[in-house]
């Protein structure tokens, strides 16, 4: 069975901190993939990783992908209120089509 | 711009009448994809369509039912809603299989009396 495990589930962090959100996925995968939720609203494209040793940046956001050890991670940094949202991450494997999602991580940036 | 369309955004209906969410692109992309995401969950995959192939997931309700007339649009229709279907709906596509990035609509928010 595919498995994703998202971590920590829930977030709660001061503005100006930082912090890692780690994804570990069960099988083989050079894809990963990071969206970012708002309440009520779609999914955003955040982060594409397409292969090992990726990283990629975009403005506080940071997404790493390790395929040796199945992990890609998400950091945090000097973390402000605009980034309090829903984080996913998702990889194909075992199959050409289905993405595979974690539980997702909900971000809350307190003042 | 280029996009995924969703209308209605929000959607009302009665305990067991059918409705139809619509999705539109104009990506050209061959694969579009239905989610069912419920609160506070991952978004689930209920089927989706290569070209004009159909494929289902094997734990999607007989309830959910979809049609793709062309390249552009896509229907998802319930046939009885029942409560537990109330959700957001999430139509995505993209170019191909194989790992390619999925780009999602914004939505339809389903609520069911």
């Known amino acids: 069975e595919l498995k994703v495990e998202q971590n920590p589930l829930f977030l709660s962090m001061q503005e100006g901190k930082n912090y890692t959100i780690y994804c570990n996925y069960s099988?083989?995968?050079?894809?990963l993939y990071w969206y970012r939720q708002d309440p009520g609203k779609s999914l955003e494209s955040l982060f594409v990783l397409l292969s090992n040793g990726a990283v990629k940046q975009e403005g506080r956001l940071m997404a790493s992908l390790d395929t040796k050890a199945r992990l890609s991670t998400l950091h945090i940094t000097a973390a402000v209120h605009d980034l309090s949202a829903t984080y996913f991450c998702?990889?194909?494997?075992?199959?050409?089509?289905?993405?595979?999602f974690g539980k997702g991580t909900l971000l809350t940036v307190n003042p | 711009d280029a996009m995924v369309i969703q209308n209605p955004r929000y959607q009302v209906t009665q305990f067991g009448k059918p409705v139809t969410l619509s999705c539109s692109q104009t990506?050209?992309?061959?694969?579009m994809y239905w989610y069912q995401q419920k609160s506070s969950q991952a978004p689930k995959l209920l089927f989706h369509y290569y070209d004009k192939d159909f494929n289902n997931e094997a734990d999607t309700p007989d309830n959910f039912q979809s049609r793709r007339p062309n390249t552009s649009f896509c229907f998802l229709d319930i046939r009885s809603p029942g409560l537990g279907d109330a959700a957001m709906y999430l139509c995505a596509t993209s170019s191909r299989y194989r790992g390619v990035e999925q780009f999602f609509g914004p939505g339809t928010r389903l609520t069911v009396l």
């Open positions: 099988t083989t995968s050079d894809r």
């Open positions: 998702a990889f194909f494997g075992g199959s050409n089509y289905k993405l595979t």
């Open positions: 990506l050209n992309h061959n694969v």
